[in-house]
């Protein structure tokens, strides 16, 4: 079981990114996935998750409205649309995955078993 981030880079303020998550061993359609950052110097925050059951959305408040998760048809692949991109959301940017969650920890990346090994984005003129 294996995630594999990519999609990272260097942007401009105002520019777009789009993540991917590509999983490897199993398929992501029964899992939870969420996508964390962090930042140098500050503790990893959530950004967006995705439920496995009803399949509802979230978003941090800091990027709703910019940021966008979707599952490709294979189901093998996640992704983080980025748009209008702030030099705050400099960070290297995590997905994760678990087929065990209840909805209430969705959002905690202690809840998460399997990790992706990052990407970095930087937004930067």
């Known amino acids: 079981v294996q995630l594999q981030a990519s999609g990272g880079g260097l942007v401009q303020p105002g520019g777009s990114l789009r993540l991917s998550c590509a999983a490897s061993g199993f398929t992501l359609d029964d899992y939870a996935i969420g996508w964390f950052r962090q930042a140098p110097g500050k503790e990893r925050e959530g950004v967006s998750w995705l439920s496995s059951g009803d399949g509802s959305i979230y978003y941090a408040d800091s990027v709703k409205g910019r940021f966008a998760i979707a599952r490709d048809n294979t189901g093998n692949t996640i992704y983080l649309q980025m748009n209008s991109l702030k030099p705050d959301d400099t960070a290297v940017y995590y997905c994760?995955?678990?087929?065990?969650?209840?909805?209430?920890?969705?959002?905690?990346?202690?809840?998460?078993?399997?990790w992706g090994q990052g990407t970095q984005v930087t937004v930067s003129s």
């Open positions: 994760a995955a678990d087929n065990n969650l209840i909805t209430s920890t969705i959002r905690t990346a202690s809840a998460y078993d399997y």
